[in-house]
């Protein structure tokens, strides 16, 4: 299961947060489902976050999209200026050990993130070449799943 979403996107919070759980306890964490997530940002606080996101790997790279995605409203508006949208970064990613440092680093400018910043946008390409023009959206072994995704939607095109 591959999915495209922007951290920004109320919607794609809304699949982390109420369905995905069940997804996992159910199918990937039983290894009946592979599960890929894809950038494919909405605006600059979403890119933001998926550069900061992107500075870690494995288990903690899901644990800070989560914690990004569960607290969304506190960080995607009312931010102005990079340096406030780093302080909501900071006050919900610090209980991973993230600094405001950290932050700063994973998301200025510079020639190491340049490339990072390339590689989400090339995310982004690769999903409008597959037809993806909202968010969330799903492929399943290469097939894009209309409709609410879910555990028994899943189910259903799985068994």
Not at 28 to 39: M, Q, V
Not at 50 to 59: I, P, R, T
Not at 87 to 116: P, R
Not at 143 to 157: Q, R, W
Request: hydrophobic residues 35%; aromatic residues 10%.
């Amino acid at each position: 299961l591959i999915e495209y979403a922007s951290l920004s996107c109320v919607h794609c919070a809304n699949f982390h947060n109420d369905r995905l759980p069940k997804i996992k306890e159910n199918l990937i964490n039983t290894g009946k489902l592979k599960y890929i997530y894809k950038d494919f940002r909405l605006d600059l606080p979403a890119m933001l976050a998926a550069m900061v996101a992107h500075c870690y790997q494995g288990d903690q790279y899901y644990a800070i999209l989560n914690t990004l995605f569960k607290n969304q409203k506190k960080w995607v508006s009312g931010s102005k200026n990079k340096k406030e949208l780093y302080n909501k970064f900071y006050k919900i990613l610090k209980q991973h050990g993230i600094t405001l440092e950290n932050i700063s680093i994973c998301a200025d400018d510079s020639d190491k993130n340049k490339q990072k910043w390339e590689t989400i946008l090339a995310s982004r390409l690769e999903g409008q070449k597959l037809g993806v023009n909202s968010t969330p959206s799903f492929f399943l072994n290469g097939i894009k799943l209309d409709g609410l995704v879910d555990l028994e939607m899943l189910l259903k095109h799985i068994y």
